[in-house]
T-cell receptor, first 112, second 116 residues
Framework: DQQVKQNSPSLSVQEGRISILNCDYTNSMFDYFLWYKKYPAEGPTFLIS?????DKNEDGRFTVFLNKSAKHLSLHIVPSQPGDSAVYFCAASIYNFNKFYFGSGTKLNVKP | DVKVTQSSRYLVKRTGEKVFLECVQDMDHENMFWYRQDPGLGLRLIYFSYDVKMKEKGDIPEGYSVSREKKERFSLILESASTNQTSMYLCASSILSNTRYQETQYFGPGTRLLVL
C-alpha cells in the first residue's frame, strides 16, 4: 500500500503558465518531503524540499507548499518552460528512518 | 559534482540466470540504495546500506540480495532472475545525516533489465 500518492499520471501545460503538481500522503509521521525530476534515460535529480515545520519553500521558479492537516503537498512551477517537461516524483521520509517513500510520478509536458 | 554510475544501461537475461547489477559512487557517501521503478508504482526500495558490510531490507527485498564490500560500491544480485523482475533499477547514494532530516539522495542513470 503506497504511503505517498500522486494521483495524476500526466499534466499538460502551456509555456509561460503555472504548473501545479500534487502529492498526497497517508503517514502522519512523515516530516520531510522532497521533489525529484526525472528526464528519460537519466536518474532522478533533486529539485526542492520542505520540512514539516514549514508550509512553503521557494527556489526560483519552483515553490513547494505543504498542508499537514490535509496531508498534501504541491509543487508550483511559474512560469513553466519546455525544459521542465519531465516526470516529477514526490518523496517523504520519517525522522531517523534511513529511507524515502516515493510516489508514482507525474509526467509534465510543457507545450511551446 | 556527485557521480553515481551503474555498470550497464541495458541488460537482457534469461529466466533462472544469476544477475549482478553494480553501482559505484565517487563522493564517499555512507548510504547507498537500490530501487526499482515500475509504471504506476514509482520507485520502490529493495535494499539499502549505511556502511560497508551493512545492509537493510527495503520494501520489496524478495528475490534480491546485496553486497557492499567497499564503501563506494553497492551490488544488487538477482539470485535466479524471473520475468517479474523485468524493470528499471536505480541506484542512489547519500551522506549520513547529522540533522533530523534525510540528506538528498543522488541517483545513477538506471539499468533497464529485461528477463526473458
Amino acid at each position: 500500500d503506497q504511503q505517498v500518492k500522486q494521483n495524476s499520471p500526466s499534466l499538460s501545460v502551456q509555456e509561460g503558465r503555472i504548473s501545479i503538481l500534487n502529492c498526497d500522503y497517508t503517514n502522519s509521521m512523515f516530516d520531510y518531503f522532497l521533489w525529484y525530476k526525472k528526464y528519460p534515460a537519466e536518474g532522478p535529480t533533486f529539485l526542492i524540499s520542505i520540512s514539516s515545520i514549514k508550509d512553503k519553500n521557494e527556489d526560483g521558479r519552483f515553490t513547494v507548499f505543504l498542508n499537514k492537516s490535509a496531508k498534501h503537498l504541491s509543487l508550483h512551477i511559474v512560469p513553466s518552460q519546455p525544459g521542465d517537461s519531465a516526470v516529477y516524483f514526490c518523496a517523504a521520509s520519517i525522522y531517523n528512518f534511513n529511507k524515502f517513500y516515493f510516489g508514482s510520478g507525474t509526467k509534465l509536458n510543457v507545450k511551446p | 559534482d556527485v557521480k553515481v554510475t551503474q555498470s550497464s544501461r541495458y541488460l537482457v537475461k534469461r529466466t533462472g540466470e544469476k544477475v549482478f547489477l553494480e553501482c559505484v559512487q565517487d563522493m564517499d557517501h555512507e548510504n547507498m540504495f537500490w530501487y526499482r521503478q515500475d509504471p504506476g508504482l514509482g520507485l520502490r526500495l529493495i535494499y539499502f546500506s549505511y556502511d560497508v558490510k551493512m545492509k537493510e531490507k527495503g520494501d520489496i527485498p524478495e528475490g534480491y540480495s546485496v553486497s557492499r564490500e567497499k564503501k563506494e560500491r553497492f551490488s544488487l544480485i538477482l539470485e535466479s532472475a524471473s520475468t517479474n523482475q523485468t524493470s528499471m533499477y536505480l541506484c542512489a547514494s547519500s551522506i549520513l545525516s547529522n540533522t533530523r532530516y534525510q540528506e538528498t539522495q543522488y541517483f545513477g542513470p538506471g539499468t533497464r533489465l529485461l528477463v526473458l
